[in-house]
């Protein structure tokens, strides 16, 4: 099998990998907010039920809830069966909102209430005290943890095999069991440095322009 | 009736009793000091004053109009404009990091004045009060001394100069009461005189203030009228000449010679 055709089957795989990844960013971001939202609220029963299941959600793994939302809904007889990749993208959904949300709601909490005492004594109303005052103030706060977690988010992309979605890695996996090949597996490396290579750049890029002031 | 009158506050904290029933009033164009000692609950006053805090009991009445009652049930939105009629400058200045000098003095009144209109606004009336609120600004931060600032972030500022930017964004709004809250006390000894200077130009122009301050020898001269609170109490009422030259109640006596030697 020639480097080409190699490539051009890791490639395939690697779309797999990056639909799953951008999308599961597009959809954890803002579910983690709401998530957040719920976990602060004043009203005790809404804060548990948020708290009970970002709980549930971070104390179990990842692949335990990839294979219960692809397999699930069918055997509880639901009537609805999701398409696989479909599964897969929601299980990442839902797991990196949970785990967003607990970056946000440190950065939150990390903020003076002096912020939002000056805030009040202004005049401002609750809303704009969270988005004009308060929330640059959070983004900037948590860029390098959420890093963290983004760059964990590539290379989690490849538990999407355990329900027979081709990723990167499942691509490989085929080739070398296919074909007796060893080379495939760290050509598939270099993929994946590459990747968490170009997502550290663009962190750091975006610290660097928060960081014109301090505190 | 007296422009600000406050009557019977009472505020706990739990189980601790803050305030145990306090009444002040002044007149327009004076200057209140609240002198005491940490704990006597002068600060938590000045906190209910600004609405920070909710007294349990009592009255706040402004200019003849009753801004506050504790039996009386008030939405956000009304505390908020209550909130208006008084200004407060904070101990740790508390100003907005992620915004220039200029921005921290604007974005109240723009939020006020733009994104809080009632009536719809079109974009050339919009730039116009924007350029309203920037040069009311420009000269503002003139007269705290920061021409030259207008443009630097916050953390680029000494002590003295971000509570001078925080007097300003206080004086944006133009609030009948400005409160100040220890403005001196976060800052190092050789920056606390401009910052009273300015307080100082303040009164000179007839601005109605209250401050809760340590700075004795500030609260004696600039000062009209001064409060000694103890234990949640207004222990002591009068001119600085009586309240520190001749003090009638013993805790007020012990208070000052405390002070005192602390300056010697």
Redesign the interface.
């Known amino acids: 099998m020639s480097f080409l055709e190699v490539t051009a089957q890791l490639a395939n795989g690697f779309l797999t990998t990056l639909l799953i990844f951008g999308v599961t960013l597009v959809g954890a971001i803002p579910l983690g907010l709401l998530i957040t939202l719920g976990s602060m609220s004043k009203i005790p029963p809404v804060k548990w039920i948020f708290k009970v299941f970002v709980w549930i959600i971070r104390g179990t793994p990842l692949m335990l809830q990839i294979i219960l939302v692809f397999y699930g809904p069918g055997l509880m007889g639901l009537g609805v069966k999701f398409d696989r990749l479909l599964a897969v993208i929601l299980a990442f959904i839902i797991n990196y909102a949970c785990y967003f949300s607990e970056i946000y709601r440190g950065g939150i909490e990390s903020i003076?209430k002096?912020?939002y005492?000056?805030?009040?004594?202004?005049?401002?109303?609750?809303s704009?005290i969270f988005f004009?005052?308060v929330l640059?103030?959070v983004i900037?706060r948590i860029v390098p943890p959420m890093g963290n977690e983004i760059i964990t988010l590539v290379k989690d992309t490849s538990l999407a095999r355990v329900i027979a979605v081709v990723e990167l890695v499942k691509a490989a996996e085929t080739i070398v069991s296919l074909k007796s090949l060893i080379w495939p597996l760290f050509y598939v490396g270099a993929f994946y440095l590459l990747f968490t290579g170009i997502v550290t750049i663009l962190l750091n890029f975006a610290e660097k322009k928060l960081n014109?002031?301090?505190? | 009736m007296a422009f600000l009158d406050v009557k019977g506050i009472f505020k706990r904290f739990g189980k601790t009793e803050v305030l145990k029933g306090i009444d002040l009033s002044m007149e327009k164009g004076e200057v209140l000091a609240i002198i005491g000692s940490s704990g006597s609950g002068k600060t938590t006053l000045l906190r209910c004053m600004?609405?920070?805090e909710t007294p349990d009991a009592g009255t706040i009445t402004l200019d003849g109009e009753e801004l506050y009652d504790a039996s009386a049930k008030y939405t956000?939105?009304e505390i908020?404009?209550k909130?208006?009629h008084?200004?407060?400058v904070?101990q740790?200045f508390?100003?907005?990091?992620?915004y220039t000098v200029l921005k921290n003095v604007c974005?109240?009144p723009e939020?006020?004045r733009i994104?809080?209109s009632k009536t719809k606004l079109s974009r050339p009336e919009k730039a116009k009060i924007k350029r309203d609120i920037e040069d009311n600004a420009r000269s503002i931060l003139a007269s705290v001394g920061l021409s030259d600032k207008l443009m630097n972030?916050?953390?680029e500022l000494s002590g003295g100069q971000q509570q001078r930017v925080a007097i300003a964004?206080?004086l944006a709004?133009n609030p009948a009461i400005l409160c100040f809250d220890e403005p001196t006390s976060a800052l190092d000894p050789e920056l606390t005189g401009e910052v009273l200077r300015v307080i100082k130009e303040l009164k000179d122009a007839g601005r109605t203030m209250i401050l809760v301050t340590h700075e004795m020898g500030f609260a004696r001269s600039a000062a009209d009228k001064v409060i000694f609170m103890a234990d949640g109490i207004i222990e002591e009422y009068g001119t600085p000449e009586e309240v520190f030259g001749n003090p009638s109640s013993d805790k007020t006596k012990t208070f000052l010679e405390k002070s005192l030697e602390n300056i010697n």
């Not at chain 1, 005492?117 to 609750?126: S, W």
């Not at chain 2, 508390?94 to 992620?98: A, E, G, M, S």
């Open positions: 003076p002096g912020q005492e000056a805030g009040q004594v202004l005049g401002m109303t609750k704009q004009k005052v640059f103030q900037k014109y002031y301090q505190g | 600004n609405f920070l956000d939105n908020r404009e909130r208006l008084f200004g407060l904070f740790s508390n100003l907005f990091p992620q974005l109240a939020l006020m994104n809080q972030y916050p953390c964004r206080a709004m």
